[in-house]
């Protein structure tokens, strides 16, 4: 992933507050034989704040070394996922509107 000549965009949302704290990620990029990969991550942040979704997310982020590749973020308008996605561009020097794309739809990844 680090080594993609494209932009690396990133689709998450966060469980609710009353559930087990689950913050799925999806990372969505062009390889370099220009098929496009979508990467599905379920990550556990020890709390669901925005705060706490955003440092998840930029840690995973260095994991796999594409802090220099980001593009866009896009995830619902629920209020945490807001905080997260200000955290994120205060971390990394973006304003809110170079880095996010509102969407409505929840994003579903099933664990079997």
């Known amino acids: 992933m680090a080594t993609t000549k494209s932009r690396i965009n990133i ?4 469980t609710p507050y009353n559930v087990d704290h689950l913050l799925s990620i999806v990372v969505h990029y062009i390889d370099k034989y220009g098929k496009l ?3 599905p991550i379920v ?3 020890s709390i669901n704040t925005g705060e706490a979704i ?3 997310l930029i840690n995973c982020y260095r994991q796999f ?3 220099d590749r980001l593009a866009f973020h896009v995830a619902d308008r629920g209020s945490q996922n807001n905080v997260a996605i ?3 561009g205060m971390e990394l020097g973006f304003q809110l509107d170079e880095i996010r794309i509102a969407g409505d739809a929840h994003l579903n990844i099933c664990i079997a």
């Open 37 to 39: 990969i979508t990467l």
């Open 86 to 88: 200000m955290y994120i």
């Open 65 to 67: 070394g594409i802090l």
């Open 11 to 14: 689709s998450f949302d966060a």
């Open 54 to 56: 955003g440092e998840a």
């Open 43 to 45: 990550i556990c942040p």
